[in-house]
């Protein structure tokens, strides 16, 4: 008993406690492996964007470029900097929707997921039992309804139109509930005594707790975000967003697969960015704050 | 609230008593019932009408339903498929997404972030990533594995994976595996790093003698609400197969061998534009998917704790 406390004290095992060898060499290689064929289209993607145009069609295809070129990439850059509407227009059409998109959703479900995991209220379990039968529903069949709805509070050709629905994903509530019901009782009570209100407790006590929840909606929607074409919604070519813009150039047909592959590149970097800094930010918090059950 | 046992309380009493609970989920709420909830019950509605997109719809009452449960050949494999999916891929790639999630925590600073990075990248580039596996399965001797089978002398002439309906489905149960270290796997993840290091010197200290049993007694019960996320979305993920049925297996498969309910739904929406039968299948798919959900919940129930 003791001599484990003491070691654990000085660091000597710190993390270590019953790690032996053979598991460890048993990650590595399980980890190893799916590593290596999670990173395949990753790897692959970049490959194709180097590729001059005469790779691009090899048959046999083949994995690795052989001459890699910039090319692509010069030839995005020109058609960008050459169209009727000009590009910084779309990629701030993006930029805001994933902006104001992501920033609403996580108000509006840190504000109603504290009250489902934390309150009783009478209807709690038929809310919280409706969040998830709503991610049963296919959304295959909704484009039509939503459409007509969209039309009668009159969203259609606004950005509203994408901000507005991707405030209220049931997937981002889900699993804001999921992380506050972690959160001590203990702490909201004392604060309760020390006569906080609900708002002020949810945004002291609660928030910081479920950090990793907020970094893993940040990352969810902007992924889903950054790359909507508009649902349909939205005409004005102002308007329109960035991956509408890339379409655009990829419909230009065979000649164009290189720069449509370095499009898919550029679109890839930022979720990417946005990532690795988030997961790391979850890291560093989870250093200082853990689950007590 | 807390609730006080010395007073009776009254339903009404208790609905004003909570009115900061209402007036915090209230925006979620009124965007949810405009933005999901209204469309939902549309949609179901004219899963009992003939909508074809161009007449007004007629209520037909139960034809839809029994067309589809009767005569519609290509249904039944679909069904079957997606039982498949859900009953194999679904809980094969939830423990896999446990597993790796248990052992990328051992893992620390930038490598760990690249390695999540890494494993998180096909859900998150999904369409760009599909195309991979063309490569790998070509169906001539020019693709990965047929290339590497004959080099060996394993096989003597190429398999064609992704047009026999042998192995096709095979295939797709691989990649929606692959696919699925999404949303679910990130909450997992942060749930384990989040669980308080003391615990594990407790246990430690009481008897847990390898990290098998740590995960077990451990971490698993104490990320109880993560675990149960990450089942429903596995659920939704494994129900909802259908694009990379359509971008491996084309569209149709043959014979339809690699169809489940939600590529039969697009078929019905978006190729022959009976969004009646398509909304049908939808509340069909929809009722499936709440039976395995109050499956899932019977088992997690008592370790989601208030």
Redesign the interface.
Known sequence: ?KP??NL?RRGKIG?R????MG??LL?LF??GT??A??????V??VMHSFKPLGELFL???R?FVMEPTIANYVGLFQMSTNMWVPFTRYLFNSLWITFAGTLGQL???S??A?????????G?AI?NQTI???????T???????Y??MTH?GLVDSHLAII??A??R??G???M???M??VPMDSIEAARIDGC???KI?WKIVMPVVK??T??II??SF?ELWRSTGDGFIITENLKTLPVAFQQIQAGGIARAGIGSAA?VIM?VP??IL??IA??R??ET?AH????? | MPVTKSRKLTLSYQIKKSWISYLMIAPFFILFFIFTIMPVLSSAVLGFTNFNMLETPNFIGLTNFRHLLVYDDVFMIAFRNTMIFALVTGPLGYVLMVLLSWFINELKGVVRTTVTLIIYAPSMIAGAAFFIWFFLFSPDAHGYINGFLMRWGLIYEPVLWLINPNTVLIIIMIVQIWISMGVGFLAVLAGFKAVDKTYYEAAAIDGVRNRFQELWFVTLPLIAPQMFFAAIMQLAGSFAVWEISVHLAGFPSTEYAASTIVAHIVDYAQIRYELGMASALAVILFFIMVIVNLGLRRLFINKISN
Do not use: C, W
Request: glycine content about 4%; cysteine-free.
């Open positions: 008993m484990i406390r654990v993390n406690l019953n790690r032996g598991g460890d990650v399980f980890v799916f590593v064929f999670a990173g395949l289209p990753l692959f993607n048959f046999p295809p994995f108000v509006v479900v504000l109603a504290y009250p489902l995991a934390k309150h009783v209220f009478p709690r809310l998830i039968f709503a991610l049963l529903f296919t295959m069949v909704l484009a039509i309804p939503s007509v709805i509070i507005l629905p405030m209220q049931t997937v509530l889900f699993l509930v999921s992380f019901y972690q209100n609900e708002f949810l990793p929840a970094m893993t990352i969810f992924q898919t890839m979720p990417m990532f690795f997961q790391q979850v890291m989870m704050s853990g689950i007590k059950g």
